[in-house]
């Protein structure tokens, strides 16, 4: 859905572990638009945010979404299910998109607006920023504040 308006998009998925299973498990490894990546190695997957136009995860059970902060850090949008802590993540249209159904168009409108963010130059620093709320530094001060205030 995404290509037949963006014929230039491409996925770029972390690469199976064994090849031979995905394709027994009916994963269409040479897929048109697909690449893969090794996106367990953290040099490759900074380089592949970094790359990215947007950067997505439309998982239904993940608590909070570091992988949507890694990727904001690399001045990359993101698009996520709007579920558990991901729209605190996403807090702001300027930093991506979340989508509310599990269903393909849902997730492509998402993608397709969020790929219109990432053409204004000025997105890149807003979802840096964005990461910075969630460096271990103030984390750690939120957490020193809570303390303080609860005793």
Request: aromatic share 4%.
């Given at each position: 859905?995404?290509?037949?308006?963006?014929?230039?998009?491409?996925?770029?998925?972390?690469?199976?572990?064994?090849?031979?299973?995905?394709?027994?498990a009916?994963?269409?490894?040479?897929?048109?638009?697909?690449?893969?990546?090794?996106?367990d190695?953290?040099?490759?997957?900074?380089?592949?945010n970094?790359?990215?136009?947007?950067?997505?995860?439309?998982?239904?059970?993940?608590?909070?979404?570091?992988?949507?902060?890694?990727?904001?850090a690399?001045?990359?949008p993101?698009?996520?299910?709007?579920?558990?802590?991901?729209?605190?993540?996403?807090?702001?249209?300027?930093?991506g998109?979340?989508f509310?159904?599990?269903?393909?168009?849902?997730?492509?409108?998402?993608?397709?607006?969020?790929?219109?963010?990432?053409?204004?130059?000025a997105t890149?620093?807003?979802?840096?920023?964005?990461?910075?709320?969630?460096?271990?530094?103030?984390?750690?001060?939120?957490?020193?504040?809570?303390?303080?205030?609860?005793?």
């Open positions: 859905r995404v290509r037949a308006e963006r014929p230039a998009a491409r996925l770029v998925l972390s690469r199976p572990r064994d090849l031979a299973a995905a394709r027994r009916g994963v269409d490894i040479d897929a048109p638009g697909i690449e893969w990546a090794d996106l190695d953290p040099a490759e997957l900074a380089r592949a970094g790359a990215a136009w947007v950067a997505a995860l439309p998982s239904t059970d993940e608590a909070f979404g570091l992988v949507l902060v890694e990727a904001l690399c001045g990359t993101v698009v996520g299910h709007a579920h558990a802590a991901i729209p605190e993540v996403i807090d702001r249209p300027e930093i998109r979340t509310a159904r599990l269903d393909a168009a849902e997730l492509a409108r998402a993608l397709l607006e969020t790929l219109e963010l990432a053409q204004d130059p890149a620093m807003l979802c840096r920023t964005r990461a910075e709320d969630f460096s271990t530094d103030r984390c750690t001060e939120r957490y020193l504040a809570l303390y303080r205030e609860l005793l």
